[in-house]
């Protein structure tokens, strides 16, 4: 930073400041950070200190495929930073837990494995060593894995019909949980790690209490396989994609508290968030990709058996797609 003073009319002194916009020459700045701005259209952080130093941060990303590898990307340049060799097949799912900076991978192999984020994006061609650990106890094929943000919970579900839940710290395994009849399809644990949500073919969604270690609650709103699930930030409500295509939000205390989100056109394969968090991105087996907006719930009622209904309101919106096969992007604006 660079001061600089300079006289005006009336003896009064105006100061000019100056920053430095660089790289990123330290893993974290040297004093509190004021501010934070995403830029969307290319996938960087600025962060602006108290060291005096805006700093700007490229977006890595980390990917699985069925070529049995697991690719390190700059997102930003689009560029493959390194890959990584250790699965014997389709590499199905990975977790990641923001707060240890840790990513598990999974797949048909029956093995997991544990990456540290900042020693894989620190790989080059010519450094491209990496040490990992495994989890082992898999019997079948894996297609569905999570981790809690502390990453000291990651269940792993399968063709078993099992979740299989393990302490990453210590690569011990806790407890095998049994209740779906099909292939466990999809996984959330909650924050504090004291709670799973799982989806599966077998089209229930169930909730499990870990300390308990059993299922507390299934929920039935689909008419086929639960794919995909995504939890709200207070972990009340879940939005699940399944084979049936439907998009549907449930609350988990209240399950009869349900609306459909939209009716794809394909079975969904997954769900994010938008940037706004108003809407949720949906995949499906057409190479369409659309943006749903989230309905809201208008009021709440005490009915005749002393539960609460919700009445929901701006369901099956679309608020944009993006065309497969051409570069093509449509808003909606409703």
């Not at 502390?150 to 407890?175: F, K, Q, Y």
């Not at 909730?207 to 009340?236: A, P, Y």
Request: charged share 20%; with cysteine; aromatic share 8%.
């Amino acid at each position: 930073m660079m001061l600089t003073h300079k006289s005006c009319q009336g003896g009064r002194k105006k100061i000019q400041v100056s920053f430095v916009i660089r790289d990123a020459e330290e893993k974290q700045h040297r004093n509190g950070v004021n501010a934070l701005q995403l830029d969307p259209s290319n996938g960087k952080l600025y962060s602006a200190g108290r060291d005096g130093i805006i700093r700007v941060w490229n977006t890595r990303m980390i990917s699985a495929s069925c070529d049995t590898t697991v690719k390190v990307w700059n997102a930003h340049k689009g560029f493959c930073m390194s890959t990584l060799r250790t699965h014997r097949d389709y590499v199905q799912a990975l977790a990641y837990a923001k707060d240890r900076e840790q990513v598990a991978s999974a797949g048909l192999d029956k093995a997991i494995f544990l990456w540290d984020v900042n020693t894989l994006t620190a790989l080059t061609a010519s450094n491209n060593t990496v040490t990992t650990s495994s989890l082992n106890g898999s019997k079948d094929s894996i297609y569905s894995l999570a981790m809690n943000p502390a990453g000291t919970v990651i269940v792993s579900g399968s063709t078993e019909n099992i979740l299989r839940v393990w302490d990453p710290r210590t690569s011990v395994r806790n407890m095998k949980l049994r209740g779906h009849t099909e292939n466990v399809r999809a996984l959330v644990v909650s924050p504090d790690g004291n709670q799973v949500v799982s989806g599966s073919s077998d089209g229930t969604i169930k909730i499990w209490n870990l300390g308990q270690q059993r299922c507390v609650q299934t929920i039935h709103v689909h008419k086929e396989g639960v794919w995909t699930l995504l939890m709200s930030d207070n972990f009340q409500y879940i939005i699940s994609g399944s084979r049936d295509r439907n998009i549907i939000i449930t609350e988990l205390r209240n399950p009869t508290n349900s609306i459909i989100v939209c009716e794809e056109k394909a079975p969904v394969l997954s769900l994010c968030y938008n940037m706004e968090r108003t809407g949720v991105w949906a995949t499906t087996w057409n190479s369409d990709i659309r943006c749903w907006k989230l309905p809201v719930y208008e009021k709440s009622t005490l009915n005749t058996n002393n539960s609460v209904d919700t009445i929901w309101t701006n369901s099956d919106i679309e608020l944009a797609c993006i065309k497969g096969g051409i570069d093509n992007l449509y808003y909606v604006y409703a």
